[in-house]
């Protein structure tokens, strides 16, 4: 049973617009939400990331918003770019259990010229 | 600012085989964790190690074997090798805080 799960697989959207990327959660004793960019052939790369204590953090054109409640959060990109393509991971960690990262299945985002 | 190294990038083994991967954390990062990544999968964790002990085990094969060394550094040794093994491998490491930084990954492809 998979603790992190996502949705979309994939998602197209024109340049300019709103990518809308959402993640569920089981395991309430996560505490760190992270979003990680993966072009590639490379490795995850964090992108930006929430603790439960707030409903909404934003960085640049990215912003999460949470809602703890729901066991739900989700990754918005503003004014979404070709150089955005890329599969982006939600993640969830739990601090009393290592910190190691349980993922979500990704989705692979294209954004169009 | 110096980032996870691994090594190799790419390997090539038969069936059978033996491999071993290497991993070099960020300076002063005291955790290290093992990933494998399967066509078009998300990252699945196998094994971490803080301050050289293991700390957590996943989904790691008993085929397979880690340790982290006196350096921090750390290698997965993976025995008997099958086809599903081929995968990337990500290492990823951390210092005091939850933030993992990953390396770039080594390609292991099993023929």
């Known amino acids: 049973q998979q603790q992190v799960k996502q949705s979309p697989q994939s998602l197209i959207v024109q340049k300019g617009g709103i990518s809308i990327i959402n993640c569920a959660y089981e395991?309430?004793?996560?505490?760190?939400f992270p979003w990680y960019q993966q072009f590639p052939g490379k490795g995850p790369a964090l992108l930006i990331a929430i603790r439960p204590d707030v409903s909404e953090k934003k960085e640049g054109r990215f912003t999460i918003s949470f809602n703890k409640s729901a066991k739900q959060f989700s990754l918005h990109i503003m004014d979404s770019q070709p150089g955005d393509s890329a599969t982006y991971f939600c993640a969830a960690s739990n601090n009393n259990a290592g910190n190691m990262l349980t993922f979500g299945g990704g989705t692979r985002l294209m954004v169009k010229p | 600012a110096a980032g996870v190294i691994q090594s190799p990038r790419h390997l090539i083994k038969e069936k059978r085989e033996t491999a071993t991967l290497k991993c070099y954390p960020i300076p002063r990062h005291d955790t290290v964790y093992w990933y494998q990544q399967g066509p078009g999968q998300d990252p699945q964790f196998l094994i971490s190690f803080y301050e050289k002990m293991q700390s957590d085990k996943g989904s790691i094969p008993d085929r397979f074997s880690a340790q982290q060394f006196s350096d921090y550094h750390s290698e997965l040794n993976m025995s008997s090798l099958e086809l599903g093994d081929s995968a990337l491998y990500f290492c990823?490491?951390?210092?005091?805080?939850?933030?993992?930084?990953f390396g770039a990954g080594s390609r292991l492809t099993v023929l």
């Open positions: 395991n309430t004793a996560f505490d760190y």
């Open positions: 990823a490491s951390r210092r005091a805080s939850n933030v993992l930084t």
